[in-house]
């Protein structure tokens, strides 16, 4: 077994963070990473590291294809970088980014965290076909005003919900078709500086999909899930969990509970009083790395996603003072 090196807080990415040709490289290596994506298909049942590999785009980008590959490549990160030496000291996801973290974590194993996201998302879907839905993002009001306006509009033009607090003047708001565009007119009065409709199949993250939450709830009862071996900072309420029933209850609780995000970094950069020198993003793209190094220039982020990210991460650790 590879000696630790680095213990380093890690995130990892949502749904959206997708593309055609994600994780090719890595399948190639043949270390541990490419052993882990040569599991993947028969885990699942299903030509997924193909459609990841090769496309087409649409049908990756479908919510149960993309939420099980964003989560192989996730995994194949986090098996290469333990390879390596570099291992968390604390996790965190966004939505479906949870539970990627739950598998570095230790507290899921690959495949069971496979056929969790496939489930949720075909649930997240069926739901979305049921009761129609939209979300959208907003640019330019925090969180707190955002909800109050939310509330508001609902009272009059059905569900509207903040479902992602990401950062300090960037939000999404989800609910009903209508609902939405009502806030986004709301918002846009009070200061907004743009809204932006997404592409997506459902309110995710609102009360509609209150009866997706309860058959994936039910899911979850017959899935082993255990202690993370380091703290996971909950999606629901920002809280640093390390039992398997706190780990489950959130889960459970996603579907219809806003991501609060915001907060979840407010607590990794913390550091309980020690900020980190160093977080890594790991899986495809940099979403997420986008969206905090604004708000904490102290703190050194790196997207590792790619062989190429891979090859430069001992040199970054070491150059920013990372510790074992």
């Known amino acids: 077994m590879t000696d630790v090196l680095y213990r380093v807080p890690m995130i990892f990415p949502g749904q959206a963070s997708q593309s055609v040709g994600m994780a090719a490289d890595l399948a190639a290596d043949r270390g541990p990473a490419s052993k882990w994506l040569g599991e993947v298909d028969d885990a699942l049942g299903d030509n997924l590291t ?54 570095a974590a230790g507290a899921l194993r690959p495949a069971a965290g496979l056929g969790l996201v496939r489930k949720r998302g075909e649930l997240m879907f069926a739901a979305g076909q049921e009761i129609p839905g939209t979300m959208a993002a907003v640019l330019g009001l925090g969180g707190d005003q955002v909800r109050e306006i939310c509330a508001r509009v609902s009272a009059d033009s059905g569900v509207v919900v903040l479902a992602n607090d990401n950062s300090e003047g960037q939000v999404v708001i989800s609910g009903e078709v209508g609902a939405v565009e009502a806030a986004g007119k709301a918002l846009t009065e009070a200061g907004a500086r743009r809204g932006l409709g997404l592409n997506v199949s459902g309110a995710f993250h609102s009360p509609l999909l209150e009866g997706a939450a309860a058959d994936f709830r039910r899911y979850l009862e017959n899935v082993e899930i255990t202690d993370p071996a380091v703290p996971l900072v909950r999606n629901v309420d920002a809280t640093a969990v390390t039992a398997a029933s706190d780990l489950a209850e959130g889960f459970a609780r996603q579907l219809t509970s806003p991501v609060l995000w915001h907060d979840i970094m407010g607590v990794l950069a913390g550091g309980e009083g020690h900020p980190p020198k160093v977080v890594l993003e790991v899986g495809p793209g940099r979403v997420l790395t986008n969206l905090a190094k604004r708000a904490y220039p102290d703190i050194q982020f790196l997207p590792v996603g790619t062989a190429a990210d891979l090859d430069g991460v001992l040199d970054f650790l070491a150059a920013h003072g990372a510790t074992a």
């Open 50 to 103: 193909g459609l990841m590999f090769e496309g087409p785009l649409e049908k990756l980008t479908e919510t149960r294809n993309a939420q099980p590959a964003i989560l192989a490549h996730s995994v194949a990160v986090s098996l290469a970088l333990a390879d390596l030496g570099v291992v968390p000291s604390v996790v965190a996801g966004h939505s479906l980014g949870e539970f990627s973290a739950a598998v």
